[in-house]
């Protein structure tokens, strides 16, 4: 499990760029035209950055869609956090998992207006600089989690793969009160 980041994280997940419009990772092309709905787990797409690429993150984004299924807005009162994690927690099957929080965005709210794809952007004023230094990381998980949930309401992210710009594996993280490895649907 591998993949991500202007970020555009547009699950197998996301899109990075850095200084001067050179992206880290970029998923944002490849639109499988599937749609994962994790319901209110944390999941999380392991990316590797373009190698010689600096790790001086602007911008990261994401699209997620929503919907309730009887029509109309959402029920709930829907929030998100998205987290970037070093891989250096527990071995899962061999794979060093989601450990070291690099940035948190707090949670933050969901409008409740169904919609068939929007985007979350964050940057400097989420990171509280102008960049975040990824420096010395060649592969992060980036994650996102949505709570806030009524019966009939989703949210969930878009699929895109392969990468044009850095990898990942077609799998992706869950957690469930610790990580696993989960093949990626689509």
Do not use: H
């Amino acid at each position: 499990m591998k993949s991500f980041f202007t970020l555009v994280a547009v699950l197998v997940f996301g899109v990075c760029s850095v200084q001067a419009n050179t992206f880290m990772y970029n998923n944002s092309t490849n639109d499988l035209v599937v749609r994962f709905n994790p319901g209110e787990l944390e999941v999380g797409d392991e990316i590797n950055f373009e190698p010689g690429t600096p790790r001086l993150l602007e911008a990261f984004s994401f699209e997620y869609y929503s919907e309730n299924a009887a029509g109309g807005e959402l029920r709930g009162a829907p929030m998100a956090q998205v987290r970037f994690y070093a891989n250096n927690g527990p071995l899962f099957n061999g794979y060093d998992s989601p450990g070291t929080v690099l940035f948190n965005s707090g949670l933050f709210a969901v409008p409740t207006a169904p919609t068939e794809r929007s985007t979350f952007v964050f940057g400097a004023a989420d990171w509280g600089a102008p960049t975040l230094d990824l420096t010395g990381y060649d592969t992060i998980t980036w994650s996102v989690q949505f709570t806030g949930l009524e019966l009939g309401d989703e949210i969930g992210v878009d699929l895109y793969d392969p990468p044009v710009v850095g990898s990942s594996s077609r799998d992706y993280w869950e957690y469930d009160g610790s990580w696993s490895l989960k093949e990626q649907i689509g």
